[in-house]
């Protein structure tokens, strides 16, 4: 089951990360791909050469790399137009809002069709109540993560979900 950690600029730019990450993935006998390393926006690196280089030998290691909240802190349309993600996700401010806020709306669907320009996974984050889901899939939202789909559990709760799920 593949899954993503958070990490800052400054853990990701840390000398020798993408080794390291592989080195623990081969010991745990797991192949990269399972493992998705999110680039928080709470921390911005100030060299961008250096998070561009760490990204890349991230990527180059197998492991997928997404911009997390896009659209607040430093996860800017700077900074994903600058370095190379394999996916972004949708702050939960603007996905919270969807419903009461037009601006919302247009806000997300912008960033669906420069999600698709790029060639990028999109995720909607802060999904909390199931009404949310069928206005951001017709925003073209078809990934999502919030209270409304999931909420955090244990790990023999998670696989007894999976397995409901199918």
Known sequence: IPIAVN???QT???PHFADS???RMRQADLPTRLLKIELTEDVPEPDEL?????LTAISNKGFKVSLDDFGSGAATFKLLANLSFDEMKIDGSFVRGVEQHASSRKVIAGIVNW????????VAEGIEDESTIPLLHRLGCRVG???A???PMEIDAFLGFVIEQG
Do not use: E, W
Not at 50 to 54: A, M
Not at 116 to 122: A, D, H, M
């Open 7 to 9: 990490a800052s600029a």
């Open 115 to 122: 999600a698709g320009l790029l060639n990028l996974n999109l």
């Open 145 to 147: 993560q919030g209270y």
């Open 149 to 151: 789909l999931a909420r």
């Open 12 to 14: 990701i730019c840390t």
């Open 50 to 54: 250096l998070l561009s280089d760490s």
């Open 21 to 23: 990450m592989a080195a």
